[in-house]
């Protein structure tokens, strides 16, 4: 089993910066694909980017490619999800999740585990 629990979120301004945090227990976050996933009201959880187990290799969705970074800290079993020039369609609630195979994946059906959302409101 593994627990997943999601912070950092809040209200920023389009052009704002934000660090949500996805701390992890029961399994370490180096031994599992780790991904990143938001959700916009009235909308399908969308895939945002995933560090792999191995190497930490990461890989993001066009639409937030240049300006989020996804690292790790194994020693604080913790990912980030670094959010940098927020627009307003950004908002939405952002999850973490784990997914136990190691092949990376992209989508949410692939995933094993996902913590309990984080919500992200960008103001224009």
């Known amino acids: 089993q593994v627990q997943l629990v999601e912070s950092g979120g809040g209200l920023v301004q389009a052009g704002g910066s934000l660090r949500l945090s996805c701390a992890a227990s029961?399994?370490?976050?180096?031994?599992?694909?780790m991904g990143w996933f938001r959700q916009a009201p009235g909308q399908e959880r969308e895939f945002v980017g995933v560090?792999?187990?191995?190497?930490?290799?990461?890989y993001y969705a066009d639409s937030v490619k240049g300006r989020f970074t996804i690292s790790r800290d194994n020693a604080k079993n913790t990912v980030y999800l670094q959010m940098n020039s927020l627009k307003a369609e950004d908002t939405a609630v952002y999850y973490c999740?784990?997914?136990?195979?190691?092949?990376?994946?992209?989508?949410?059906?692939?995933?094993?585990?996902w913590g309990q959302g984080t919500q992200v409101t960008v103001s224009s």
């Open positions: 999740a784990a997914r136990l195979n190691r092949v990376v994946a992209t989508a949410t059906s692939a995933y094993d585990y």
């Open positions: 560090i792999s187990w191995s190497r930490g290799y990461t």
């Open positions: 029961g399994r370490t976050v180096g031994s599992a694909n």
